[in-house]
């Protein structure tokens, strides 16, 4: 076996009954959030049609402080419309809720709603109504319908001007120019492509190389774009590129590392970045706000200015070589400006997971995420874990068979689960979190019942129902296998926790007792396509199937939200090992086809368990190491240098939007024994094994609370190089590593500077209020 990540999961997600309560730490899943991501989860569509058509905004009700509206989308043509996008502006203060019958994403004021796979289809005469629910009055500005006004079809326009034309590669007698597509309500025909004055060629892509040229010579090109009514349009800006000397192809130079800001002020935003290679040598940068170009600098630094308080800027850096070719964008970075008067905070994720068995040894309820005040700070929480069926393959509930002891066992979670804490097990008015006890005949108690109350007490709480974890993993490859398979295994899902068809137990459960204490699915797949909890199943053909199955859940959870007006989530638990992204995580779109990130709202993405000692003494046990450092330590001996940093890059680096990156964070630690000082206070020495554990079956791992009150001498030190938080008890003692309030400080100013969406953590039962109440401030 490997060392480091790839055993990190070695956290036994046991699933236990009344009669196996006390059960081994689990290293938490991923989840994750985001309007936008549902546009995304549909197929590309023709252009469509908008020739004759309307659309028109009526509200339905209003209550001051917001209101019920619908649009209709009238064809008031001859021909047929396939599909349709309306596009409108609020004023600040206005924001869509809840919508339906459309998908609607956002981007600030602006928002663009697209039909969905039943309504795109328009007929002579006929319409189609979508709606949404609107907190704020304000009414909408700027419709489009395709493009063009609402109010009916435009005389034809021509087209815009295409992007500033780039070179993807020269010679001593060539260069090939590509440029971003013009547009048009008709659509654009072909491309008259110009060196100087002189039209070179003309084209129907958005690419063309001219040959023929001098070496060493500076031409200067444009674009011009031509619709199908033979209209052209504005000129795209020009470049001046030169050809090579000679001796082959001239390559244009890399991305630029993702920009960080160095110093931001009300008006101010100072940048810098990882340098980009070229074969020939990077000449400078241009930097890019939003989609304008305000500078272009020969260092990696630049500093921004003229700004405006308490508004959010997105940047860019794009390379440009010796030749004047120009490469790929970084990864954008969104800062704010600091200033503005008051600001509304930044809608980032918070998501606990809470663990079932929560409620046997460690003796935390739901009850508790109310008492130590998480409820009212948490925007999520994951219930964690519903396992999957081993012979129908669907979700399942309500079989009562414990887990075994040994994390080793192939088959130690086949048939597990634990519905007297899901819904059967009646709980005290004293650990009610509204005071009143459960009945004997209720249909719905346990967890569920309380999470019930939870969200009556929290209205804005969304709760996920976690499918998987380390041991319920065995048979995701089993049910992403075929399309049946998919829609089986999801529609099982949606009728059990969102419909709340929940099975009979103990005389609790029934058709629909559980309906609207589950907002969606966070899947915790560990891992596709790699090494997970021993007799997993794993295929080679996890990594495309588990795209598949995720668009299966938004497909299915988008159907359901067309009858019921209200959207569903899906995140993911996703890992840190590169190794295991890319042996089972799509998360680049390409070439038009979407990736497993188009169909979730947000990942979790692994921040912790980069190493640990498990309670078996599997997975380094003889090795003290830092399970969630936010930078790469420079002493780290491993030849895999695991960070946050380093994880959170590979998603960005690929294309991932920041926003549906949501940082893991660790409630607990993991520590060693007999470890020996080195000079380095322990840190990367010698170990004998795993250290006692919060319970005799969790060697090497506590809880925050019971670790900081339970370990005596403990002295907690801070790595400021690598931002580690890890307690020392002396020479041939105990070394625990976690985070505390010092590194989730550091962190959440980190990661908001990134543009990340939130922080995830696993899990609620380690702490008392004092790290959440961190998180809480630190996301502010």
Not at 34 to 52: E, F, H, K, L, V
Not at 58 to 76: F, I, L, M
Not at 582 to 596: N, Q, Y
Not at 656 to 672: I, M, N, Q, S, T
Request: aromatic fraction near 10%; charge should be neutral.
């Amino acid at each position: 076996m490997s060392t480091g990540i790839s055993r990190r999961s070695r956290r036994p997600l046991s699933r236990a009954v009344a009669l196996f309560s006390a059960l081994l730490l689990p290293a938490a899943a991923l989840v994750g959030l985001s309007t936008a991501s549902q546009a995304a989860s549909q197929a590309p569509r023709a252009a469509p049609q908008a020739a004759g058509a309307t659309a028109t905004f009526a509200k339905t009700s209003d209550w001051g402080t917001g209101y019920q509206a619908e649009w209709t989308v009238r064809n008031t043509g001859t021909t047929t419309i396939n599909s349709w996008t309306v596009e409108w502006d609020f004023p600040s203060g206005t924001t869509v809720g809840a919508y339906w019958d459309a998908l609607i994403t956002s981007s600030g004021t602006h928002h663009t709603a697209k039909n969905r796979e039943y309504n795109g289809t328009i007929a002579p005469g006929a319409s189609v109504t979508f709606g949404f629910v609107a907190a704020g009055n304000g009414d909408p500005t700027g419709c489009k319908l395709d493009g063009g006004p609402c109010e009916g079809s435009p005389a034809d326009t021509p087209p815009s001007a295409p992007g500033q034309p780039s070179s993807t590669g020269v010679t001593a007698s060539s260069i090939a120019l590509t440029w971003a597509a013009a547009t048009d309500d008709k659509g654009v025909k072909n491309y008259d492509v110009y060196r100087g004055e002189t039209v070179v060629g003309t084209v129907s892509t958005t690419a063309f190389t001219d040959t023929g040229l001098t070496a060493d010579t500076d031409y200067t090109y444009k674009v011009v774009a031509r619709d199908t009514a033979g209209q052209t349009g504005p000129a795209s800006p020009s470049a001046t590129l030169r050809t090579g000397s000679g001796g082959g192809t001239d390559k244009p130079p890399s991305a630029p590392g993702t920009p960080a800001a160095t110093a931001v002020t009300d008006t101010t935003v100072t940048l810098k970045w990882p340098a980009a290679t070229d074969d020939k040598g990077v000449k400078n940068y241009d930097v890019y706000r939003g989609t304008s170009k305000v500078a272009t600098v020969g260092k990696l630094t630049h500093k921004d200015t003229g700004l405006t308080a308490g508004t959010d800027y997105t940047y860019t850096v794009v390379a440009r070589d010796s030749a004047d070719q120009t490469g790929k964008a970084s990864a954008p970075l969104t800062v704010r400006t600091t200033g503005g008067g008051t600001q509304p905070p930044v809608d980032r994720a918070k998501v606990g997971y809470f663990v079932q068995w929560g409620i046997y040894g460690r003796g935390y309820t739901v009850k508790s995420l109310e008492t130590t005040g998480a409820a009212a700070k948490l925007t999520h929480i994951n219930y964690s874990f519903s396992n999957i069926h081993p012979t129908n393959l669907t979700c399942l509930n309500g079989v009562t068979k414990a887990t075994t002891p040994n994390p080793q066992d192939p088959n130690q979670g086949d048939g597990a689960g634990d519905s007297w804490a899901d819904y059967e097990k009646g709980f005290s008015a004293g650990e009610s979190v509204d005071g009143v006890g459960d009945t004997w005949d209720q249909k719905l108690a346990g967890n569920f019942n309380q999470l019930k109350k939870l969200k009556a007490k929290h209205p804005n709480l969304k709760i996920n129902m976690s499918i998987g974890g380390w041991t319920y993993s065995k048979y995701f490859s089993d049910v992403a296998k075929t399309d049946a398979s998919r829609q089986k295994f999801v529609k099982s899902c949606i009728d059990m926790y969102i419909k709340g068809d929940l099975p009979a137990a103990g005389g609790r459960g029934g058709a629909g007792v559980a309906a609207g204490i589950f907002d969606g699915f966070d899947l915790d797949w560990e891992w596709p396509g790699a090494e997970g909890h021993a007799g997993n199943h794993v295929s080679k053909d996890d990594k495309a199937n588990n795209t598949l199955l995720f668009a299966e859940f938004r497909r299915q959870l988008d159907a359901l939200s067309g009858t019921t007006g209200k959207k569903y989530l899906l995140t993911a638990f996703t890992p840190a090992d590169p190794g295991k992204i890319e042996a089972g995580w799509d998360i680049t779109t390409k070439d038009g086809t979407p990736s497993v990130f188009d169909y979730m709202d947000f990942a979790n993405v692994q921040g912790y368990d980069f190493h640990g000692s498990g309670s078996d003494n599997s997975w380094e046990p003889n090795r003290t190491g830092h399970q969630g450092n936010l930078y790469e330590d420079a002493k780290d001996p491993y030849t895999t240098k695991f960070s946050a940093e380093k994880t959170v890059r590979a998603y960005l680096d690929a294309g991932v939007d920041p926003k549906k990156v949501v940082l893991g964070l660790a409630f607990y630690g993991r520590g060693w024994q007999q470890v020996a000082d080195g000079g380095e206070r322990g840190v990367w020495q010698t170990a004998n094994g795993a250290a006692p554990g919060q319970f005799p079956e969790e060697s090497g791992t506590r809880g925050y609370d019971n670790l900081i009150a339970s370990v005596a001498g403990l002295t907690v030190h801070h790595d400021e190089q690598s931002v580690a938080t890890y307690g020392y008890t002396g020479n041939n003692g105990q070394w625990w590593t976690f985070d505390d309030v010092w590194s989730i400080n550091k962190k959440t100013a980190w990661l908001k500077t990134k543009g990340l969406g939130g922080v995830m953590i696993w899990e609620m039962s380690g702490d008392s209020g004092t790290l959440m109440t961190a998180v809480d401030n630190g996301l502010r």
